[in-house]
Nanobody
Framework: VQLQAFGGGLVQAGGSLRLSCAASELTLNRYIMGWFRQAPGKEREFVAAISWIGGTTYYADSVKGRFTISRDNAKNTAYLQMNSLKPEDTAVYYC?????????????????WGQGTLVTVSS
């Protein structure tokens, strides 16, 4: 089972990036998908999560209104659209899959993790 996150890069403040999370040997429509991030010297933190069929989304307060999580189960892929990026959004972003029904903001809920993709936002 493998999740692969990609789409990170260097962007100026105010810019946008879209991260993707593709799965192999895992049918994502059976899992809640989440995105987490870890900034240098900080703990990994919750960013966003989306329900099995995409009807419900959850966001950290720090990204609400700027980031949008989505999924395309036909492509077995989840996305994180990041707009109005700020330097404080700089981090390694990880996607994860959870078979659970609750505690989606808690990384311990997640069963599978991608390797992370680096997002750097310059001021």
């Amino acid at each position: 089972v493998q999740l692969q996150a990609f789409g990170g890069g260097l962007v100026q403040a105010g810019g946008s990036l879209r991260l993707s999370c593709a799965a192999s040997e895992l049918t994502l429509n059976r899992y809640i998908m989440g995105w987490f991030r870890q900034a240098p010297g900080k703990e990994r933190e919750f960013v966003a999560a989306i329900s099995w069929i995409g009807g419900t989304t959850y966001y950290a307060d720090s990204v609400k209104g700027r980031f949008t999580i989505s999924r395309d189960n036909a492509k077995n892929t989840a996305y994180l659209q990041m707009n109005s990026l700020k330097p404080e959004d700089t981090a390694v972003y990880y996607c994860a899959a959870s078979s659970g029904l609750s505690g989606l903001r808690n990384q311990r809920t997640y069963d599978y993790w991608g390797q992370g993709t680096l997002v750097t936002v310059s001021s």
